[in-house]
């Protein structure tokens, strides 16, 4: 076999494999990418054209190496889905930069943030001036969501939200983050006629400190 | 019942084509040791080897010629076998010592024939490996 038939048929096998794992990797866009799950995508990718035109392997060693990096993406997809706190270790969470209109320097150095990014980023959202900005939290994605402060006639503040119930599991560091505790938290639930904390997917404290809770139930009321 | 059925169908399909696509590619791309095997008279490589080295031992220089001969045709109706399930060096090597091998049975070295003949015995183990 010519070696040009070769690699059209090794490129063949490549595209289908990687067409397949695609597609079981599932729909994420390439902005949703963490910088983990961009590095993956790099990985298969160059485990892919090996696959094709490295003659001097054999392609049983590449496409294992293809399908092993796929799969593993897949598990810790599949594990991140089922515990939160493997989700936050494989694509971090999201930091808060500017709290009530102050840059907090300590969760920049940590996560090596520089002003002149955070200056570029609300740029880019059209914010010239720092004084605009209550919240501005930077996403696991490296992408900065910005809270512009609002004209309250009383004075009010609003806070970032914060999710205190997700799957049915109390998240009690959050809760106690948002100043709230668990007896609050039932007594609200009770009140929005929620009977179990399992029937919750998710709960969260809205900017103005009101609770929004989803069920499992999504048959229209 | 009917659209059910459909649905069921190609979520079924959804997963077992890919997963049965996957496993061929796997067989496939491993079969390079089965491949290799004899398929008739034509592609005997070990049975090639095996004579080629009973005639240098009895230094029968003639009949050493005709079965590298053989032993060249087998091995190039494998190569097209195992293309996909080696590596293009190996086969390279290969090919590379049974040229050697043909230097010194012309040269009537029996030391070196037999040196190149059992490279390529181990040559032809470790293909498609």
Redesign the interface.
């Given at each position: 076999?010519s070696?040009t038939a070769?690699v059209f048929?090794?490129g063949v096998?490549s595209f289908?494999?990687l067409l397949?794992l695609a597609?079981?990797l599932g729909k994420q866009q390439l902005s949703q990418l963490s910088f983990f799950e961009y590095i993956t995508g790099i990985t298969i990718g160059s485990l892919a054209a090996s696959l094709t035109v490295d003659?001097?392997?054999?392609?049983?060693l590449p496409?294992v190496g293809l399908?092993t990096w796929a799969g593993l993406t897949l598990a810790t997809q599949l594990l991140a889905l089922r515990s939160r706190n493997v989700a936050s270790f494989l694509a971090g969470e999201p930091v808060v930069i500017i709290h009530h209109g102050r840059i907090l320097e300590d969760n920049m150095r940590r996560n090596r943030y520089r002003f002149e990014e955070l200056f570029m980023q609300l740029r880019m959202q059209g914010i010239f001036d720092l004084s605009e900005v209550e919240f501005a939290v930077l996403e696991t994605t490296g992408q900065l969501s910005v809270m512009r402060r609002s004209a309250d006639p009383f004075g009010h503040r609003p806070n970032l939200p914060v999710t205190v119930v997700q799957e049915g599991k109390i998240l009690h560091d959050k809760l106690a983050e948002s100043g709230r505790d668990e007896d609050w938290l039932q007594e609200s639930l009770r009140r929005k006629g929620v009977r179990a904390l399992s029937d919750i997917t998710v709960a969260v404290i809205e900017p103005k400190g009101d609770l929004y809770v989803d069920t499992y139930d999504d048959r229209p009321s | 019942m009917w659209i059910r059925m459909m649905t069921a169908l190609r979520r079924w399909l959804g997963w077992v084509l890919p997963a049965a696509v996957l496993l061929i590619f796997a067989v496939t791309l491993n079969a390079g040791t089965y491949l290799k095997r004899p398929m008739g008279r034509h592609d005997d490589v070990p049975g090639a080897l095996s004579h080629l080295e009973q005639a240098i031992m009895s230094e029968r220089w003639t009949e050493s010629g005709a079965a590298h001969a053989t032993l060249s045709s087998a091995i190039a109706a494998v190569r097209r076998r195992i293309a996909l399930a080696s590596e293009r060096s190996e086969l390279q090597r290969f090919e590379e010592t049974l040229g050697m091998l043909d230097g010194s049975l012309k040269a009537r070295d029996k030391a070196s024939a037999l040196q190149h003949l059992a490279l390529l015995k181990l040559l032809y183990k470790e293909l498609g490996h």
């Amino acid at each position: 076999m010519s070696p040009t038939a070769l690699v059209f048929l090794r490129g063949v096998i490549s595209f289908v494999t990687l067409l397949i794992l695609a597609r079981a990797l599932g729909k994420q866009q390439l902005s949703q990418l963490s910088f983990f799950e961009y590095i993956t995508g790099i990985t298969i990718g160059s485990l892919a054209a090996s696959l094709t035109v490295d003659l001097n392997s054999r392609a049983w060693l590449p496409w294992v190496g293809l399908v092993t990096w796929a799969g593993l993406t897949l598990a810790t997809q599949l594990l991140a889905l089922r515990s939160r706190n493997v989700a936050s270790f494989l694509a971090g969470e999201p930091v808060v930069i500017i709290h009530h209109g102050r840059i907090l320097e300590d969760n920049m150095r940590r996560n090596r943030y520089r002003f002149e990014e955070l200056f570029m980023q609300l740029r880019m959202q059209g914010i010239f001036d720092l004084s605009e900005v209550e919240f501005a939290v930077l996403e696991t994605t490296g992408q900065l969501s910005v809270m512009r402060r609002s004209a309250d006639p009383f004075g009010h503040r609003p806070n970032l939200p914060v999710t205190v119930v997700q799957e049915g599991k109390i998240l009690h560091d959050k809760l106690a983050e948002s100043g709230r505790d668990e007896d609050w938290l039932q007594e609200s639930l009770r009140r929005k006629g929620v009977r179990a904390l399992s029937d919750i997917t998710v709960a969260v404290i809205e900017p103005k400190g009101d609770l929004y809770v989803d069920t499992y139930d999504d048959r229209p009321s | 019942m009917w659209i059910r059925m459909m649905t069921a169908l190609r979520r079924w399909l959804g997963w077992v084509l890919p997963a049965a696509v996957l496993l061929i590619f796997a067989v496939t791309l491993n079969a390079g040791t089965y491949l290799k095997r004899p398929m008739g008279r034509h592609d005997d490589v070990p049975g090639a080897l095996s004579h080629l080295e009973q005639a240098i031992m009895s230094e029968r220089w003639t009949e050493s010629g005709a079965a590298h001969a053989t032993l060249s045709s087998a091995i190039a109706a494998v190569r097209r076998r195992i293309a996909l399930a080696s590596e293009r060096s190996e086969l390279q090597r290969f090919e590379e010592t049974l040229g050697m091998l043909d230097g010194s049975l012309k040269a009537r070295d029996k030391a070196s024939a037999l040196q190149h003949l059992a490279l390529l015995k181990l040559l032809y183990k470790e293909l498609g490996h």
